[in-house]
């Protein structure tokens, strides 16, 4: 990778310890290295004045080839020689780190020949009084961007949002995104306003992760606001990884082992909640996700023993359904929410017993022992139907379908029921958005074909308001396309267009005398039940007249003029038809006058005789011959 200008990055952490007045300001520089699989990290410390000793523990799987200022301790832990205020150590640092899930090493973090992802440095910094806290700050050598808990480096674009919180999404030059940047910032933006627990950060750091390693996971959460997440993950979808990982920003209290099921439940919960409440998907598609918790693989699953479903990630999908069952309820019984109870847990270890607590403070006894049964024992909650669900939570429900099609091109312009279209035509789909919710909503509509975003529209509705949308495409390509509007599906069927065929062929006069312009008219049609395109040829005794180029889906006429300068039976073929012409020999009947020897005087209205002459001779000269 190439090396430029230092790029400062917008963050800095700071590492938990036991409080003192004293504070360190740390800056970590991360670059590349030709050492495979490593990034370059030099770590410089500004010591503050009066401080008579200081120690800084590095992180693990380090090579340190410089220092300034400090002596070595143990492998790890270097000592400040008071010689500089500013001492520096310069390392390498490991940069995989792989996971066995079952499949083999994936990868958590990765470093290849173009780009990397690596986990950002962080120091422990001792002084004689104790811990430290140590203002943590990065910047990357080259290219690259830098969260307290994430670096890129690489050719990258960079796309920032300022909502409530400051969102910073990189995507790397080797990316190839399923969706588009604007698309992944309105669902962390939107999961910000909707998550109704745990504090905002102020900013969070979202890094592209390119599918050229195998990753062991869709997304990666890291600190408090840091995440990666990877290419191909789309934002509608009942698995929304943008939203899952920014869930994870806001679970701020400590865990136990009979809660630790809560925090992927939830998680999950809401990465399919969100994208259904905003209209990406439908509700059919949110129940289906619920309905995965009742398979029989999770019958023996008890949420509070993480024993029973540590192997099959039971508390993504069991919990997922426990986690909608009580939300539920706590929104059609009490007029709350289980996002109440998470904020009730504040930044505490949360036990088996805080969370029931919890719960009946936000619901009541019988929500409370709905709770235990659901955590402490193998039962399992129904599914509820859509409008069951609506009457629970109220607010808006965007629903879209299709309304209707227009197919356009060289050889019509019309409605059809179905997509169905030939190569070259432009199909235009009419999007029906209505809110059968109980509250005014926004909604966000991307048109779809095979999974790329063509267009999208947005607005807000009313509860009972309608809105009309329209998209369009041209397709050059033969197959068959998925389309997606929203929550709306259908699937265009394009095909080459068919071969035009003749069904009718006439002449006019069908019996010209030489030399007369004949009018040649073929109908033609489609040989198949679509439009056709393709080439009509007129033909006059086996030689090609003309050539014309037809599109058409219902009849056309081509026409072609000719004269024939020979008398006889002449042959006309267009496509399979064929028709006769009988050219009549051209008789001069001159008109009565005087003759050279008869006396007259010569005057009269009929052709003289040089007259006469000229014309034999003209008509001599076209014999055998045609023109057109």
Known sequence: MAVGLLLVAVCAAT??????????????????????????????????????SLRVTIPRETDVYETRGFTRVDH???????????PSLSYRM???VTVDRGNGDRHLFAVTDAWAIVSSPTVDVRTASGDVAADERYRVEGQGAAGPNVTYLGAHTRHVRAAEQRFTLVVPDAADMATTPAAALDSLEKASRRIEFGRRDEAVFVVVAPTTVEWAATGLQRGDADMWIRDVQRVDTVRNAWIHEYVHTRQDYELAAE???????????????????????????????LEDGRSAAYDDVVLAEPSTWEPDEGDYVKGALVWAALDRRLHAEADASMGDVVAAFGDREVSQTDFLDAVEAVGGAEVRAEAREYTETTATPEVRSESEHVRAFGGPLVRQEFDGFVVSGPARETDVAAPRLVTGETLEATVAVRNEGTDPGEYSVPFRVDGRTIATRGGTLRPGESATLSFTRTFRTAGEYDLRAGTATATAVVRRPAEPTVTDLSVDPISPARGEPVRISATVGSSADRPANGAVTIAVDGDALATRRVAVDDVATVEATTSFDAAGEHTVRAGDRTASVTVREVTLTPTPGPWPGDGSSGVGAGFGVPIAVAALAGAALLVGGRSS
């Open 15 to 52: 590492l938990a310890g036991p409080a003192t007045a004293e504070r360190v300001d740390v800056e970590h520089t991360v670059g590349t290295t030709d050492e495979a699989g490593t990034v370059d990290v030099t770590t410089r410390v500004v010591v503050p004045s009066g401080t008579p």
């Open 76 to 86: 790890r832990t270097y000592e400040w020689t008071r010689s500089t205020d500013e």
């Open 259 to 289: 809660t630790r099921w809560t925090v992927e439940a939830m998680a999950e919960y809401y990465a399919a909640l969100v994208p259904f409440e905003v209209g990406r998907i439908t509700y059919e598609e949110f129940r289906s996700k």
């Open 94 to 96: 490991e940069g995989n």
